[in-house]
């Protein structure tokens, strides 16, 4: 099936989440990469308990708090960073290939979109930073729904925007879990496997796992 949509989640996908933390890892010492991972991993099970309780606050809020978080847990990281380090956030580096990919996607006739749990002001600095406007025609956030993924009404706001079935698009995400949910819905799914961590939900399976996105194009 050639698929008339491409849909991509942000963080983790298109923008390196641990770029924060590596832009000053001078100053925070050898626990750089515990912290950044203490962060990212907070950042995601908050928003799953949020989601579960329906308590949703803007994604940004999420951020602040696992980072304050991970401060506590790894003593060794000066906590005085804080501020150098969200402001480093809504500046994330994307991956090498993203612009190449998703300008070939539009070359080829398809839409291609931004779906993620990142407030609207998040997403829209991300791209900016990275000077993907012109080649996105969308950017879905979590803020038009109230809720994170894995909820269906947020991989349905593609969808309902853009008046497709679901089959129509391909969703990637590096993102195991996010995979599993876009699947459940009925989006074709491409895990970019940028890690090389094993497979899992495997009731709810990728049609294709990379390495990048390099070589998507191909599977169009």
């Not at 609207?120 to 900016?128: D, N, Q, S």
């Not at 799914?189 to 390099?214: F, K």
């Amino acid at each position: 099936m050639r698929h008339s949509a491409f849909i991509f989640d942000a963080y983790g996908t298109l923008f390196d989440v641990h770029a924060a933390v590596r832009r000053h890892a001078g100053a925070i010492g050898p626990d750089g990469q515990l912290l950044s991972e203490i962060w990212r991993a907070k950042q995601l099970e908050y928003s799953w308990v949020r989601s579960m309780m329906g308590a949703f606050v803007d994604f940004w809020q999420l951020t602040e708090q696992a980072l304050d978080h991970a401060f506590e847990r790894v003593p060794s990281a000066d906590s005085g960073l804080r501020q150098d380090l969200l402001d480093a956030y809504w500046h994330l580096d994307c991956y090498p290939e993203v612009p190449a990919v998703l300008k070939a996607l539009k070359a080829d006739g398809a839409r291609v979109a931004i779906l993620s749990n990142g407030s609207r002001a998040m997403l829209e600095a991300a791209v900016k930073s990275a000077a993907l406007e012109l080649v996105l025609d969308d950017i879905f956030s979590v803020d038009d729904v109230a809720r994170f993924k894995t909820d269906p009404a947020v991989y349905d706001m593609a969808t309902t925007a853009w008046r497709l079935y679901p089959q129509a698009v391909s969703f990637q995400s590096s993102n195991r879990w996010d995979i599993a949910g876009a699947t459940k819905f009925g989006f074709r799914t491409v895990w970019i496997n940028r890690a090389g961590q094993p497979d899992e939900y495997r009731d709810y399976s990728p049609a294709l796992i990379l390495p990048s996105l390099n070589g998507l194009v191909e599977t169009r």
